[in-house]
């Protein structure tokens, strides 16, 4: 079953890493994080500052 197989599976498909979803609208894209590449969607991840450039998840902008 889905639930029982780790994260790192997903890591680097198309679906959101917090709710194993595929599905991307205008009001809540799936989001790719420019250094690591951990996908999620705005509202599960909590929300997102609204830019028009790429996106760093924040455990990459610590890290900077």
Same mark, same amino acid.
């Given at each position: 079953?889905?639930?029982? !197989?780790?994260?790192?599976?997903?890591? %680097?498909?198309? +679906?959101? @890493?917090? &709710?194993?979803?595929?599905?991307?609208?205008?009001?809540?894209? !799936?989001?790719?994080?420019?250094?690591? %590449?951990?996908? +999620?969607? @705005?509202? &599960?991840?909590?929300?997102?500052?609204?830019?028009?450039?790429?996106?760093?998840?924040?455990?990459?902008?610590?890290?900077?």
């Amino acid at each position: 079953s889905i639930g029982t !197989l780790p994260l790192v599976y997903f890591i %680097g498909s198309d +679906v959101c @890493e917090i &709710c194993l979803d595929h599905r991307s609208t205008k009001k809540d894209r !799936l989001l790719e994080c420019e250094t690591c %590449g951990v996908r +999620v969607h @705005e509202k &599960c991840y909590g929300g997102v500052q609204e830019n028009s450039g790429a996106w760093t998840c924040l455990r990459c902008e610590d890290e900077e």
